[in-house]
């Protein structure tokens, strides 16, 4: 069995839910054959959120990591490729903190690629009929300090993990225009349980072109 960590956020900037923490529950509820899975919330801090990451890592031991986190606009799933080292907040946390130009962490380097073979995670979750692409950027907010936290936390405490992070959609009920687009968070864990499969059984990505031109 493949021991899996799943995270997600605690609602945000106003909001009442999260989708990242929806479908990761759900995800956790009934993972797919094969896989163990157990979910974490993280608090969408700066700083905190890594300090309940370190900590569900040395708890629960996992062979994958896979982090969530809301990009409300984005039309699909986006699996990240990289997180940068940097903290650069638009709007403040749910502490009030609203770092700029800040690094994540002092020293470290410039980025930190994905140890998920993200090409087959998007290709699994189209197989499943979740709309997904490719990201180039995971922002500059938490979700991206996660990311590269995440990152880090590989490179220099657990060598044996893989892992990386995903965004999904805004829920349906976070939509207010009537026009922005949002997934079902049960349609974003059944994508989610393939992205997991596939990350466990992939050795090698696929080498399909999922570059973007700006």
Not at 58 to 82: I, K, M, S, Y
Request: charged letters at 15%; proline letters at 9%.
């Amino acid at each position: 069995m493949t021991r899996v960590l799943i995270t997600g956020f605690a609602p945000f900037g106003g909001e009442r839910v999260n989708p990242s923490w929806q479908a990761a529950s759900l995800v956790a509820a009934e993972p797919p054959a094969g896989l163990t899975v157990t979910a974490t919330e993280l608090p969408c801090v700066f700083g905190e959120s890594l300090d309940v990451l370190r900590d569900a890592l040395r708890a629960t031991g996992p062979d994958l990591v896979v982090c969530l986190g809301q990009a409300g606009g984005r039309p699909g799933v986006t699996v990240e490729r990289v997180g940068i080292n940097v903290d650069d907040a638009r709007i403040p946390d749910n502490a009030g903190r609203q770092p700029i130009d800040e690094p994540v962490i002092p020293d470290g380097p410039a980025a930190y690629f994905s140890t998920l073979p993200v090409k087959a995670c998007v290709a699994a979750l189209r197989e499943a009929g979740v709309p997904a692409a490719l990201s180039h950027t995971a922002g500059t907010f938490v979700c991206n300090h996660v990311a590269y936290g995440l990152g880090h936390l590989i490179a220099t405490e657990f060598p044996h993990v893989r892992g990386g992070f995903v965004h999904v959609p805004w829920a349906p009920e976070q939509v207010t225009d009537g026009q922005s687009p949002a997934l079902p968070p049960a349609t974003v864990a059944h994508g989610l349980r393939a992205l997991l499969t596939a990350a466990a059984r992939t050795e090698r990505d696929l080498r399909v072109t999922e570059g973007a031109t700006h």
